[in-house]
């Protein structure tokens, strides 16, 4: 790996513990204004100073966080389709010049791949031009094995095909979903894992559990969205979910965490 892109991963993927807490909120690019990130600067600030990473789109990025942040940012470069297109949800394509990732000083970006789909060869064709681009530039990408709707599509066998291929196409590191038998999955990506957080689960310890058993199976971190900014606790809730990630915190100790933080205490 060359040193900048190396660089670029170390700030995300911190080298004091191997691990990462990446906040996403790029739900925009295909939501539009889904709760709780309906004025994304008011979300995003309060918990900008906890989080290893944000995960956004350029929009957002330009429009809405304080260029003084020494946040790592991870650019969301694909998209094309909106909530409405139904099953042509994973007509993606790449929407954002490199050049424009590198002139936002980007620490990486990303691109959803939609395996299994009619559009997979699209997507995992963009994958590859990226990764050329990366490779050139010293920026390294994130691969989201996105699932659209067919949230049934989440088994071991599934996510382990795409976050193979997604590595197999030269993604420097790949986000999936946590699922059954995660360690199959992490067992046979070669580059490291994050896991998206997906819907806003029922209870926090429902968060704290599939993080840790994530981490224990292999993931190196979260790169969690809902679960985070749409709990009215949200800053207690990333911190916890840190301490989950850096400190190897159970989801008992965590629980106890969130609920301090709750009530203000430090
Ligand atoms: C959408 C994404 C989101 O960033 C991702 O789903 C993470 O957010 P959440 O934890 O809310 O699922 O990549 O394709």
Redesign the pocket.
Known sequence: MDWGLENRLKRIIRPETGRVVML?V??GYFLGPITRLEDPRSTIAPLLPHADAL?LTRGVLRACVDPGTDTPMVL?VSGGRSILAGEDLSDEGIAVAMEDAVRLNASAV?L?IFVGTRHERQTLLGLSRLVDRGQELGMPVLA?T?VGKELEKRDARYLALACRMAAEFGAHFV?TYYCEDFEKVSGSCPVPLVI????KLETEMDVFRMARDALDRGAVGV?????IWQNDHAKAMIRAVRAVVHEGATPERAGEIFEAGKAGAR
Do not use: I
Not at 196 to 199: I, R
């Open positions: 996403a790029d739900h995960m969301r990303a959803s989201v996105a986000k998206a957080g997906g819907p790169d969690m969205g809902r679960n």
